[in-house]
């Protein structure tokens, strides 16, 4: 997992093939204009933008999730958000089997650790990352571009 702001955001082009491209989409766009919707930005980057508000401590400990074949970079556009998050290799509960259609595992495993986003900053989470998003009072806009690994 990797926590930081936009403007540190070149520093990372290295760890994957397809976050440069990533990156120039997330530069390309006017952030406070994007409306909601799924973006494909190549066949191997999609973009997903959501405003909505943000869900309970249990909601979101209820779709406590990791992915095999994306990494996520979840952009905090607006409001505030707390993640929950744990390693996965500590997950020994799984809620339900891999969902290959959805690129999906759902653990009953509470996560170990909290942090915020606020606008501007992102976190990339890895198949390893098991993450609880969008925890928060009132509206939260974000966007999670998923990279095919």
């Known amino acids: 997992m990797i926590i930081d702001t936009l403007s540190n955001a070149e520093k990372?082009?290295?760890?994957?093939?397809?976050?440069?491209?990533a990156y120039e989409y997330i530069k390309s766009v006017n952030l406070s204009a994007?409306?909601?919707?799924?973006?494909?930005?190549?066949?191997?980057?999609r973009a997903i933008v959501s405003d909505k508000n943000g869900r309970s401590l249990s909601e979101s400990i209820g779709k406590f999730e990791c992915h095999n074949k994306h990494i996520d970079i979840q952009l905090c556009i607006n409001?505030?958000?707390?993640?929950?998050?744990?390693?996965?290799?500590?997950?020994?509960?799984?809620?339900?089997?891999?969902?290959v259609a959805k690129?999906?595992?759902?653990?009953?495993?509470?996560?170990?650790?909290?942090?915020?986003?606020?606008?501007?900053?992102?976190?990339?989470?890895f198949?390893?990352?098991?993450?609880?998003?969008?925890?928060?009072?009132?509206?939260?806009?974000?966007?999670v571009i998923k990279v095919k690994i």
């Open 12 to 21: 990372y082009l290295c760890v994957h093939p397809l976050f440069a491209k």
């Open 34 to 45: 994007i409306q909601e919707g799924n973006y494909e930005i190549s066949d191997e980057l």
């Open 79 to 99: 409001g505030k958000e707390q993640i929950g998050w744990k390693p996965r290799e500590c997950c020994i509960h799984k809620k339900d089997e891999y969902d």
């Open 103 to 125: 690129d999906v595992t759902f653990y009953e495993d509470e996560p170990d650790t909290y942090f915020y986003l606020t606008q501007n900053q992102f976190v990339i989470f």
């Open 127 to 143: 198949p390893e990352d098991v993450h609880a998003p969008m925890i928060g009072d009132g509206m939260i806009k974000k966007m």
